[in-house]
């Protein structure tokens, strides 16, 4: 049996407490050891990984694919080869799709289409309600028993209490977590962008810190006595890292995810009516920014997402009022995370992958034997990506594999790149040809995955 050799870089796997140099053996899909040089044979494949970050492949635990009904913004096989461009090897897709992924037939349908054409691995996170529409308790147990990674209302919030109580009673019983998007809905009626100045400026209506802060301290103390785990998606605000700071240090089962736009830009950015500035929740002040990455650095927040939200160039040329929330993310993140949080010495390299790797895969029970994502462990599947550090790049959308180009980082210059990224052990992204391929070996492209 052939092997693949990713030999020579700095291979991190925080799941294990390594960060060394060292070499990576891969053998029919799997890790087989990570360590010292083992003696060549003339069929390696070789990986030339000097000079690189050797780390898990990443995860992200909140993208919208837009299958099925939004084809024309993304598909599974755009958004996936979005991700394989931007070093992601596992996505988790929200429900927010038409229609709704609230069933057990429609999480068999993500699961089908993946294995057709995903270039990586793909999760559907089912819906919390039927429809989404806050009424009746979707089929949970069902959802979860087709392979569901967690639950959400994503693109709305669970508004209901008493709703929110039974869905968290169902969720705890699956072992997987209740994924909240935290917007009280009366206080962003008509609402477009944080409340402040430049809204005011701008004469549109406000968005307030509160409405985000309300639903967690509330979802928080009704969790209390169920104790199912409960993850705020996407928070935005100083205030929101505050409560979940607190909570946590009570020991309660509360995690939450950043994401690369609220940690460098501000509201100002909506200026000039720009819709690429406009998302869901929205971009606040320079002091929320500065609290966000103050979670990061204590532990707060424990994972890094992108909530990548294609849509089409039509949509967001609408008035700002009128256009969609929401920017593509999936090709730009790392390089974001890396100028918002390693380049600024609020983490270390080894603590970003581990937001951004094993983090993710407990968040949605992808890291245990039945998966065994998130990890460089001997054995695990070879997701691997291989990410060079000093990599010069310039984010230019035209580029994206992906199907939209809504991006408000258009033009900035990046440092850090993802170079290489394997899934299952095969090569789907080889950005420079540092992969030397056996003569017999597969091309890049899309990537049969055994689940
Ligand atoms: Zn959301």
Redesign the pocket.
Known sequence: MSRTVISAGRVIDPANGVDALADVVIESGRIIHVGSPLSPRADDERVDASGCIVSPGLIDP?VHLREPGSEDAETIATGSAAGIEGGFTTLCC?PNTNPALDSRVMIEFINRQAQLHARCRVFAVGAVTVGRKGEELAEIRLMSRAGAVGF?D??DVVESPAMMHRALSQIRLTGLALMQ?C?EPTLTRGAVMNAGPTATRLGVIGWPSVAEELIIERDIRINRSIGCRYHV??LSCAGAVEIIRRARSAGQPVSAEASPHHLLLTDEACDGYDTMAKM??PLRRKSDVEAIRAGVADGTITILAT?HAPHTAERKALPFDRAPFGIVGLETALALYIKALVDTNTIDWPRLIELMTVNPARLCNLDGPSHGLGSLAVGSPADITIIDPEARWTIRSADFPGKSRNTPFEGWDMRGRAVLALVAGRVALDRDGRARPRTDSPQPGAVAITR
Do not use: E
Request: charge should be negative.
């Open positions: 909140h929200m959400s994503d693109g998007h917007q998606q996407h869901n929740p909530d």
